[in-house]
């Protein structure tokens, strides 16, 4: 998996960033991929994709991203790859004014 692009509340904008992506890196997006998490574990599979599986993150960061079960385990399993790899693979695009980068991200 060469891209990601995480959604919510901003999935407008994700769907735009993959739809311009797709045909040029293999991408996910929850929104395209919800057959392949439907009969998983979906814990499971958010793990491998952000921390295994991905060579470039783009989180659409607002107040609420790793505040909610999904963005949670997002963040966990981004964050576990940051420490063992550095965040080098991490994209962070602002979706809201004057907000702070997270603090464990470099």
């Given at each position: 998996m060469d891209y990601q692009v995480l959604?919510?509340?901003?999935?407008?904008l994700a769907t735009e960033l993959y739809?311009?992506?797709?045909d040029r890196l293999s991408c996910?997006?929850?929104?395209?991929?919800?057959?392949?998490l439907g009969g998983n574990d979906g814990e499971r599979v958010?793990?491998?994709?952000?921390?295994?599986?991905?060579?470039?993150?783009?989180?659409l960061f607002n107040c609420d991203w790793g505040n909610t079960k999904w963005t949670k385990i997002e963040e966990t399993a981004?964050?576990?790859?940051?420490?063992?790899e550095g965040y080098d693979f991490v994209i962070l695009i602002p979706t809201e004014n004057n907000i702070d980068p997270p603090q464990w991200l470099p």
């Open positions: 959604l919510y509340p901003d999935e407008n739809n311009l992506l797709k996910f997006i929850y929104s395209e991929q919800q057959k392949r958010f793990n491998s994709v952000f921390s295994k599986e991905s060579r470039i993150v783009v989180i981004i964050r576990n790859k940051g420490f063992d």
